[in-house]
């Protein structure tokens, strides 16, 4: 009989792979949503340690903006995740894995939106959404080469508000070409 998958969080088993994202929810509704990559999961106990010298910081974002995307990332990850048979997951205050694919999806989104006017987030979630999973890997990937740190704006990252918070994906369903929307701005400017 095989053995049962201990898939925890969105997704996350640390018998595949310790590479995971780690989403902070504060208790505090003015407090900031910390969303972490690790590379180390410490079995038997209920809260992680963050290592902050290991742990790399991604993004915080106010909860406020938090709480407009965190339903429509669980919608996302919850359909792909029934599809594979896993169980799903949920949000809740404290420490909530995320395997580490949808946690590159999540980092993205979210960098999208860290500085944005909160009024544009609906533009983003469609921007998004209109990606397949496999640009949201690529996109984040190239983002976090260039400029991953917590703080570090600039380049690929503000790019990638510009193009997710701006620009529409129209109501039909499609997807976007990401690239198409970063030649608009550059023609726009």
């Known amino acids: ?9 969105f997704g996350f088993n640390p018998i595949e792979s310790q590479h995971h994202f780690l989403v902070v929810i504060p208790c505090a509704s003015d407090g900031k949503v910390i969303i972490y990559e690790r590379f180390r999961w410490q079995e038997g106990v209920e809260i992680q340690a963050v290592d902050f010298t290991m742990d790399r910081p991604k ?13 429509a990332l669980k919608e996302e990850f919850n359909n792909r995740l029934k599809k594979e048979k896993l ?9 909530v894995p995320v395997q580490r694919l949808f946690g590159k999806e999540m980092v993205l989104l979210a960098w999208a939106i860290e500085d ?5 987030i609906p533009i983003a979630l469609k921007n998004w959404l209109g990606l397949s999973p496999e640009e949201r890997w690529w996109l984040f990937t190239m ?3 260039a400029t991953g740190g917590l703080h570090d704006k600039r380049g690929w990252r503000k790019a990638i508000r510009y193009a997710l918070t ?24």
């Open 116 to 120: 944005c006017d909160p009024s544009v």
């Open 143 to 145: 983002t976090n080469a």
């Open 166 to 189: 701006e620009n529409p994906v129209e109501e039909r369903s499609r997807q976007i070409d990401l690239f198409d929307l970063m030649l608009q701005r550059k023609i726009d400017d």
């Open 59 to 71: 993004v915080e974002l106010p909860k406020y903006k938090w709480r407009q995307i965190e339903d």
């Open 87 to 95: 169980p799903v997951g949920k949000w809740h205050i404290g420490q």
């Open 1 to 9: 009989m095989a053995e049962k998958q201990q898939v925890i969080g």
